[in-house]
């Protein structure tokens, strides 16, 4: 397995000193990615105009999505992405920093949806707003305009695994199948939020809660804590890795644990339970 790398790494995940240190490098562009689960009864972009770090940008996850889909937020096409960056005056030259109003929750989604469009410049910002306020951090509820900007996304296709794939490595047992939900629901004895999807999991899934990587305070796991937890799910041995959750929103937080300590060849099953537990003919198993 690849060495974990330093504490900030401006691709994977970055401590809120580092954004203090370079708030005001004008190619530094912070984005608000909160999201919460429907039941919930939160307004994301409501508590954004309520209060984010200065110039920062909300990024709606269920606005840039596949608006096509009956699933939630799969991922756009990358004309469709890249036209909703642009509009946030975002440039391919940029670094961006993710944070959400959780700590280490919706960011990890949103990072990874630059990562799949092919910008590496991306990080979460560890502990999110509530880390930023703790730490001093100034917030803000004026809304700033930005400038559209030129920003072009290509999509890398490893890092989205579909329905017909994700079927396939299930049946023969070729990958590493990650769930991030929580082992009830893994294991069919909690239901599922969302009202007629059955719970269980897919043949050959390997339950790992996405709590397994994350404090209690909202920041990712010590790169040692995740090298030997990884390591005993087999990680690094030669299969390849999906994540997958229930919409495609923790699975992203595997995603980037995993990217923290260096195994960065994994894809991500964006239908996730929604889809393939909505679908005739994908088999489910409980216990």
């Known amino acids: 397995m690849p060495a ?6 401006p691709r994977t995940l970055v401590s809120v000193e580092w954004v203090h240190d370079r708030i005001s490098d004008p190619k530094l562009v912070l984005l608000d990615a909160s999201w919460h689960m429907p039941a919930a009864e939160r307004d994301p972009h409501a508590e954004y105009r309520n209060g984010h770090i200065l110039g920062a940008r909300f990024f709606d996850i269920d606005a840039i999505s596949d608006t096509s889909s009956p699933l ?7 004309e469709a992405f890249a036209a909703s960056v642009s509009a946030l005056g975002i440039s391919n030259a940029d670094q961006i920093v993710i944070y959400d109003t959780v700590g280490i929750f919706s960011a990890a989604r949103a990072w990874w949806m630059f990562r799949a469009m092919g910008h590496d410049k ?5 502990g999110g707003l509530p880390a930023w306020v703790a730490s001093g951090g100034a917030t803000t509820d004026a809304e700033e305009e930005f400038a559209r900007a030129a920003y072009g996304a290509r999509l890398s296709p490893s890092s989205v695994t579909s329905l017909a794939a994700m079927q396939a490595a299930s049946a023969d047992a070729s990958h590493i199948i990650l769930d991030a939900r929580t082992a009830g629901r893994f294991d069919g004895s909690q239901p599922e939020p969302r009202p007629g999807l059955p719970s269980g ?7 790992l809660p996405f709590s397994s990587v994350v404090t209690s305070e909202g920041f990712l796991n010590a790169p ?5 937890l990884f390591a005993g799910l087999g ?5 390849n890795i999906i994540t997958t959750c229930g919409s495609g929103v923790t699975a992203a ?12 060849e994994t894809s991500l099953y964006d239908g996730s339970w929604t889809e393939w537990g909505s679908t005739d003919g994908c088999p489910i198993e409980t216990g």
């Open 4 to 9: 974990a790398p330093h504490t900030d790494d």
């Open 253 to 264: 937080i595997l995603t980037l644990a995993l990217a923290r300590i260096g195994v960065e």
């Open 201 to 207: 999991h897919m043949p050959n899934a390997t339950s």
């Open 224 to 228: 040692s804590d995740l090298e030997n």
């Open 72 to 78: 939630p937020h799969m991922l756009p096409t990358s």
């Open 235 to 239: 990680v690094g041995e030669e299969k």
């Open 122 to 126: 991306v990080a979460v910002m560890d």
